[in-house]
């Protein structure tokens, strides 16, 4: 079993920025960020694998979220900068261990954090 502790999330305004942590009761392969606005599936945002720490994101998020991880804490970070409504969400910490094909698609991911709200407003 792996245990995931999320912290970081927070209301701010549009353009703002917000950094979000997820710290893992032991190291796991694959760690990733995933998102859920109410009414929407969930979506992921950011993953990283390995120990050399390959990244990957979706689409909406590229240059302006950084997924990093500090391996000797267990933990990764998500750090979000300018801030866009449409980037309100509940957001979960998720980890695997074995590789993922599709690291970026929820059902490959078997422990799962509680979650934390990011609101942003216009």
């Known amino acids: 079993q792996v245990q995931l502790v999320e912290s970081g999330g927070g209301s701010v305004q549009a353009g703002g920025s917000l950094r979000l942590s997820c710290a893992a009761s032991r190291y796991t392969r694959n760690m990733a960020w995933f998102r859920q606005a109410p009414g929407k599936e969930r979506e992921g945002v950011a993953a990283i694998y390995g120990r050399g720490g390959t990244t990957y994101y979706t689409d909406s998020v590229k240059g302006r979220f950084t997924i990093s991880q500090d391996n000797a804490k267990n933990t990764v970070y998500l750090q979000m900068n300018s801030l866009k409504p449409e980037d309100t969400a509940m957001y979960y910490c998720?980890?695997?261990?074995?590789?993922?094909?599709?690291?970026?698609?929820?059902?490959?991911?078997?422990?799962w954090g509680q979650g934390t709200q990011v609101t942003v407003s216009s």
């Open positions: 998720a980890a695997a261990n074995p590789y993922l094909n599709a690291p970026l698609v929820s059902h490959g991911y078997n422990y």
